[in-house]
C-alpha cells in the first residue's frame, strides 16, 4: 500500500484544520479568515485586497493538485479537503473592510457551502479535484454579492 503523499496533505487539510472532528469545513473557513485578519492588520487595504486574490488563485491551482493526488485514498470530496472551504471564504473576503465584515463573509460562506442553492449543488455533484474547489468558489462569490450589498446598499456598517 502506498503511503500518503506528505504536501498534499498539508495543503488539501489547510495547514491540519482538516483533520478537526467537529466541522472540519468550518474549522478550514475559520483558519482562513484567521489568516486574513492577521494580514489585515499588517497591510495596507490594496494590499489586502491583492494578497487575498493571490491567496485565492494559488491556493485553487495547489488545493486541485492536492486534491487529485489524495483521491484515490480518499474518494472524491472527502471531509478533510478543507482547502475548497478556505478559498471559497477568502473570495467574499476581497470586499471586507474590518472584523465585522470578515465575520459576515465567514458566516454567509458557510451558508452558501451548506445549503448549496442556485446552482451550488451542481458543482459539487460533479467528479473531479477542480469540481471540489469549483462549488466553493461558486458559494464565495454569492457570499460576496450578498456581503457587497449588505455594506454597500444596505450600510450597517458605516460605510
Known amino acids: 500500500m502506498k503511503q500518503l503523499p506528505v504536501l498534499p496533505v498539508v495543503i488539501a487539510t489547510g495547514f491540519g ?3 478537526w472532528p467537529w466541522g472540519p469545513g468550518t474549522a ?15 497591510l495596507s487595504p490594496t494590499a489586502l485586497i491583492f494578497s487575498t486574490l493571490a491567496l485565492i488563485l494559488i491556493f485553487t491551482l495547489l488545493g486541485t493538485w492536492a486534491t487529485h493526488r489524495l483521491m484515490p485514498f480518499w474518494g472524491e470530496d472527502p471531509s ?9 471564504v477568502w473570495t467574499p473576503l476581497l470586499v471586507a473592510t474590518n472584523w465585522q465584515q470578515a465575520l459576515a463573509a465567514l458566516v454567509l460562506f458557510r451558508f452558501f457551502d451548506i445549503v448549496k442553492p442556485l446552482g451550488i449543488r451542481s458543482l459539487d455533484r460533479r467528479h473531479g479535484a477542480f469540481w ?3 462549488d466553493d468558489l461558486l458559494a464565495g462569490i454569492y457570499s460576496a454579492l450578498v456581503l457587497y450589498l449588505i455594506i454597500y446598499i444596505w450600510p450597517i456598517w458605516g460605510n
Open 17 to 19: 484544520a482538516g483533520f
Open 28 to 42: 478550514g473557513a475559520i483558519l482562513a479568515t484567521a489568516i486574513w485578519l492577521g494580514l489585515s492588520f499588517i
Open 80 to 88: 478533510r479537503v478543507v482547502i475548497d472551504e478556505m478559498i471559497g
Open 132 to 134: 471540489v474547489m469549483a
